[in-house]
């Protein structure tokens, strides 16, 4: 399991003066890039490639606040892969210096080629980056289907 370790600053409180949950949602984000970075998802490898990283959604589940004296760390496990690497499912937990698990991240997304805007699938030398993570207990293979479940469309204005 990939872990970060982040210090609560004075401008991740909210009015309640407890972690945002804008905070909560940069420490993940945070963490995730750290590990793709180091895995060989690098911004030169990734420019090389033209692809860019795309989320769909992130579900976040809060068990207990976090306050300003807090010490954060946040997990990283692959939930969910496709075979070609396409689309992807993290999940993150929020523990505070005490073990205790404050909070649950499931995120989805997916690659993008960066010119045709179109979703891609993974080189094979950064699919292998990504097969080789730690996996949570539910993890799943993806498919497109799995990217739709929740039949989400857009309600334009008219």
């Known amino acids: 399991m990939y872990l970060k370790n982040f210090e609560i600053r004075w401008s991740d409180l909210d009015a309640n003066r407890h972690l945002a949950n804008s905070s909560y949602q940069n420490f993940m984000s945070h ?5 793709l970075t180091e895995s060989g998802f690098s911004q030169a490898e990734l420019v090389k ?4 990283p795309i989320v769909f959604y992130e579900h976040i589940y809060y068990f207990k606040e976090l306050k300003p004296e807090d010490q954060v760390r946040v997990s990283l496990e692959l939930k969910g892969l496709s075979k070609n690497g396409m689309f992807f499912q993290f999940e993150h937990n929020i523990y505070n210096q005490d073990g205790k698990n404050c909070a649950r991240c499931e995120m989805m997304g997916a690659w ?23 996996r949570t207990d539910s993890f799943k293979v993806l498919t497109k289907e799995d990217t ?7 309600n334009d204005l008219k």
């Open 31 to 35: 963490t995730r890039m750290a590990f």
């Open 49 to 52: 490639e033209n692809l860019g």
């Open 148 to 154: 739709r479940k929740f039949d989400q469309k857009p």
């Open 112 to 134: 993008i080629d960066l010119t045709s805007r179109q979703l891609t699938e993974l080189p094979h030398h950064l699919l292998v980056s990504l097969e080789q993570m730690t």
